[in-house]
């Protein structure tokens, strides 16, 4: 059965702390690796990764797709507490399998 | 440029009952998606539409159906509604197939009493 898994569900720093956040997945066709930030309502898109582009930049925010290891890290640096929200990993093709995400807290 | 919409934003029904529910993607996406989300969890895939066929469905039961519009524009419709069924219905485009980004929309939130 095709999964995502998110890591960890849950994180909360201060302000200005740099965090890693994980995904590891298992699905049947892989094109790409999505990342999206959720605060109140829809998903918000952050990064795509592919075969063909496994290492993203924007910002303060980086995220780097392993293929060999089926992973994926999304950093941040220097956190906000403008960045609380919960991380989504999303994997595959026509059907996209999304991680639970992870909940970040940012304390001021 | 208007982002994906969706309609209506908020919908209580009792059990049993039957609910539509719209989308309309971002101007020249030719695909739709449409995702369930229950509070705790991530999305999760119902269906996928492009060229108005069905390319794609999750793991949901015969009462969901979804159908999409010459204009690229999208229904899912629900039959007996349960109250399982109660979440936020997310409706994402993009430009096609595969290797495309998915915008989403603001989302519907669906109670059932």
């Known amino acids: 059965e095709d999964k995502v898994v998110q890591s960890p569900l849950s994180l909360v720093v201060h302000e200005g702390d740099t965090v890693t956040l994980n995904c590891s997945y298992e699905v049947t066709n892989f094109r790409s690796l999505l990342w999206y930030k959720q605060e109140k309502k829809a998903p918000t898109f952050l990064f795509m990764l592919?075969?063909?582009?496994i290492e993203k930049k924007s910002g303060r925010l980086s995220s780097i797709l392993d293929k060999k290891e089926l992973s994926s890290i999304l950093n941040i640096t220097a956190t906000q507490t403008g960045d609380s929200a919960i991380y989504l990993c999303a994997v595959g093709d026509d059907k996209i399998i999304f991680g639970k995400g992870t909940r970040l807290h940012i304390l001021p | 440029d208007a982002g994906v919409t969706q309609s209506p934003t908020h919908l209580i029904k009792t059990r049993g009952q039957h609910v539509t529910l719209r989308c309309s993607p971002i101007?020249?996406?030719?695909?739709v998606s449409w995702y369930q989300q229950v509070l705790g969890q991530g999305p999760q895939f119902i269906f996928q539409y492009y060229e108005k066929e069905e390319r794609g469905r999750g793991n949901f039961p015969d009462r969901f159906s979804a159908r999409q519009f010459p204009n690229y524009s999208s229904e899912l419709n629900v039959n007996a509604l349960l109250l399982g069924d109660s979440a936020l219905y997310l409706c994402a485009s993009s430009l096609g197939r595969g290797v495309y980004t998915q915008y989403f929309g603001p989302g519907t939130r669906l109670t059932v009493l």
């Open positions: 592919t075969s063909s582009g």
């Open positions: 101007s020249g996406h030719k695909s």
